[in-house]
């Protein structure tokens, strides 16, 4: 079974950058298409950006467009979000998923959830 282990948040300011990374294990995620999703307190779980199996095509929430890149590396078997021009509405804590219904564009199902890792961003 695929095991999710995120990081790389951290506390940064208002127009900052971070690069999260999701490391799988346990089995190869190459024929997985992946996303990223957060949840901030008090919210429901959101979707952020998405990648296809092949990692050339992507998705990404309008609130995070033009901002926000996920990418991914088969050959290590990890997934990333290059996040720049951080604002404070993007505190959260993020978490990659294997999608396993729907497509990479408009994902309906997710599996193999990570423990997540804090983004928190101060203005």
């Known amino acids: 079974q695929v095991q999710l282990v995120e990081s790389g948040g951290g506390v940064v300011q208002a127009g900052d950058s971070l690069r999260l990374s999701c490391a799988a294990s346990?089995?190869?995620?190459?024929?997985?298409?992946m996303a990223w999703l957060r949840q901030a307190p008090g919210k429901d779980r959101e979707f952020v950006a998405s990648?296809?199996?092949?990692?050339?095509?992507?998705n990404n929430a309008e609130s995070v467009k033009g901002r926000f890149t996920i990418s991914r590396d088969n050959a290590k078997n990890t997934v990333y979000l290059q996040m720049n021009s951080l604002k404070p509405e993007d505190t959260a804590v993020y978490y990659c998923?294997?999608?396993?219904?729907?497509?990479?564009?408009?994902?309906?199902?997710?599996?193999?959830w990570g423990q997540g890792t804090q983004v928190t961003v101060s203005s």
């Open positions: 346990g089995g190869s995620i190459s024929t997985y298409h």
């Open positions: 998923a294997v999608i396993t219904s729907g497509t990479y564009y408009t994902p309906s199902g997710y599996a193999y």
């Open positions: 990648i296809n199996r092949y990692g050339t095509n992507r």
